[in-house]
């Protein structure tokens, strides 16, 4: 096939329109990431594509600039007819970005512009989720103030609360709370943000939350307590004050441990001592059951743990019967020696 000069011509100049169109939509994203404002506004004159994606993670050029906190460019191409219903490769639009990097100024940009607060993500997020996560204080607050949910979910029923509990961020935990966070919101595993705060041994939260009337005794799937955790991991200040508020050292999990036994098989000894001095009882038929069950299972010591703590062996309940009769009387002969050798006699 023949072509004329002129035709010739012309393809060329498509193709090269072409070049110059892909070169002036890929420089935009990156012009936005750098709050390169006076490139933007070119650019966009010059015809780029406003929604045009980077290639990396796939995020236009108001999602890159909002990730930077670059306001006036996120306004500017706002402006020019960015659509902010866009997301990149996580499935995040822009204000995911800037909540998550704390840039609380972008975010009310966004929110001005009609993005909702309450915007979801495809694994069911929302900015004040990933903002709690991060500690971004204020961002939350100004979430919260632009009417996001305070009790929104993931798609694992975690809550923003939740979140800032897991992660020990107090200020952020304190104004959710303030905005009606629900203090007892548990997520998939049944934990509530209580039970997160004494796993991580952050009182300054776990006071937060006492102060909110979360409930102290609260149970996870597995029936563990805020107590239980506090205990295992050895965090005694979380420990003293969830017995502060009344936590039940009675409750036992699903492997029918309480608190103070979860404590001994952590090998936290001064801290169950320290539990027992500070009214934590085990009922003489627990004491057998502890002592039959962990014998049976290899667990070796947990009558002297029991009395190293400050436990009686020989104490008595309403029965009238000690751990060491009920273990005779069951006839668990290995826990009964257990018990012997701790030191009951009766």
């Known amino acids: 096939m023949k072509y004329s000069l002129f035709t010739t011509a012309a393809l060329c100049a498509v193709f090269a329109f072409g070049l110059s ?29 406003v929604n045009a994606k980077e290639d990396s993670m796939g995020g236009t050029a108001v999602v890159e600039a909002a990730g930077n906190g670059k306001t006036d460019v996120v306004k500017a191409l706002v402006a020019a007819g960015a659509d902010l219903t866009i997301k990149d490769k996580k499935g995040e639009t822009a204000i995911f970005r800037a ?54 979910t993931d798609l694992n029923d975690n809550t923003a609360l939740t979140f800032a509990a897991r992660q020990k961020h107090t200020e952020t935990a304190k104004a959710l709370l303030a905005a009606g966070a629900s203090a007892d919101a548990a997520d998939i595993t049944g934990c509530t943000p209580l039970i997160y705060a004494a796993s991580v041994g952050d009182t300054a939260t776990l006071a937060a939350l006492l102060e909110a009337n979360a409930n102290v ?96 062996l020989n104490a008595k309940g309403e029965d009238g019967k000690s751990a060491l009769m009920i273990a005779t009387e069951k006839g668990h002969k290995g826990a009964a020696e257990a018990l012997k050798a701790a030191g009951a006699t009766e």
Not at 220 to 245: I, S, Y
Request: with cysteine; proline share 2%.
């Open 217 to 312: 005794n609260a149970q996870d799937l597995v029936g563990r307590t805020a107590l239980m955790l506090a205990a295992e991991k050895g965090h005694a200040d979380a420990v003293k004050a969830l017995m502060a508020a009344q936590a039940d050292t009675t409750l036992k999990n699903k492997s029918g441990y309480n608190a103070l036994v979860v404590a001994l098989m952590a090998d936290k000894k001064d801290l169950a001592k320290a539990m027992v001095e500070a009214g934590a009882t085990v009922s003489p038929a627990d004491v057998e059951s502890f002592t039959s069950l962990l014998t049976a299972r290899k667990y070796n010591g947990i009558a002297d743990q029991l009395k190293a703590a400050g436990v009686d």
């Open 21 to 49: 169109s892909c070169k002036k939509n890929s420089n935009l994203p990156a012009a936005a990431a750098q709050g390169d404002l006076e490139t933007v506004q070119s650019l966009i004159e010059d015809g780029a594509d």
């Open 99 to 152: 909540a998550r990097n704390g840039h609380t100024d972008t975010v009310k940009a966004l929110l001005a512009a009609g993005v909702s607060a309450d915007t979801t993500s495809d694994n069911g997020s929302t900015p004040i989720l990933v903002a709690a996560w991060n500690g971004r204080t204020d961002t939350v607050k100004a979430l919260l103030e632009g009417n996001a949910n305070a009790n929104a």
